[in-house]
């Protein structure tokens, strides 16, 4: 494996560009053209493309051994057409990539009641978001077993970082659910998820999904207190469910109608992986975000 293909050069595909520029040539699908100057000084080719203009892609069809897909599925529709665009073109010519690593999000299961979830629960997507993900796993995954292609499925929870907390939520005095209706959240650090996907290239198993999750076990409600906490911030006041839809956005309200608690132990056991952050506690500690 000589030459790497990231598709979606966000956050995450920057946190992982040191470690994979010193082992492999690196090339990164770019949109705005203003994107392509800071890629190439992290070291990686930009490639120019978009994900919704299928002709852009032709140049992508072998031009790396493997793939790492971090690019988000469409915002609207229930399927993702961004992911049938990609995996045609990755297609047009014989020689196909050996592997391809997603992040896809555990908001594939649905809905779990607070229950603890393997990577062997069906998926049962309740949000149009979910369903855009479940659509392009199994696109993915035919596309591997139809063309021999390894294919790992990361399912990343609630993705967090130093730069990337709810501070600015948490200073509108948003509310969180009252503690006796809140939802079991799970959550990954932005530095640890970026180093499984690099695992995923070599350790994977083919056709092998894995929660992308740390170790805490915190209901939303405290995960937004340690942060306040944390940065000496006012916690969140508490609100019923009834109550609280007349103040938050459908998208923020989506997210308090899914509880489940993620099962890591596929990740740990199978990638080998040993987490910077095994808690957000230890990623809060961490954190030295300016206020």
């Known amino acids: 494996m000589k030459r790497i293909l990231i598709v979606g050069s966000g956050d995450v595909a920057r946190r992982a560009l040191p470690w994979l520029v010193r082992r492999f040539r690196v090339f990164a699908l770019v949109r705005q053209p203003e994107a392509a100057a800071e890629l190439r ?17 032709r140049r992508l069809a072998g031009i790396a051994d493997a793939v790492l897909h971090f690019a988000p599925p469409p915002q609207t529709g229930e399927g993702d057409p961004r992911m049938a665009r990609l995996l045609a073109a990755l297609a047009g010519r014989s020689s196909l990539p050996q592997g391809v690593v997603y992040i896809s999000t555990t908001g594939v299961y649905g809905d779990c009641a607070g229950v603890r979830v393997d990577e062997t629960r069906p998926c049962r997507a309740q949000t149009a978001r979910g369903r855009r993900r479940v659509d392009a796993e199994r696109r993915l995954r035919a596309f591997g077993r139809r063309n021999r292609v390894r294919v790992a499925l990361l399912r990343a929870p609630g993705i967090y970082a130093a730069d990337r907390l709810p501070l600015e939520r948490l200073r509108r005095a948003d509310p969180v659910l009252a503690a006796d209706e809140d939802v079991h959240t799970n959550h990954i650090h932005a530095e640890d ?21 740390d170790d805490s076990g915190l209901r939303m409600g405290e995960y937004f207190d340690a942060v306040a906490e944390r940065f000496g911030l006012a916690r969140p006041p508490r609100m019923a469910r009834a109550e609280i839809v007349r103040h938050l956005s459908p998208l923020a309200l ?35 975000v300016p206020v």
């Open 254 to 288: 989506s997210f308090m109608s899914e509880s489940r608690r993620l099962d890591n132990r596929r990740l740990k056991r199978e990638l080998r992986l040993h987490l910077r952050y095994p808690t957000v506690a230890d990623g809060l500690r961490a954190a030295t």
């Open 41 to 57: 000084a992290l070291g990686a080719v930009p490639v120019a493309g978009d994900l919704d203009d299928r002709r852009s892609l």
């Open 193 to 213: 998820l970026a180093r499984i996907a690099c695992l995923a290239l070599f350790r994977a198993g083919p056709g092998r999904a894995y929660n992308a999750s």
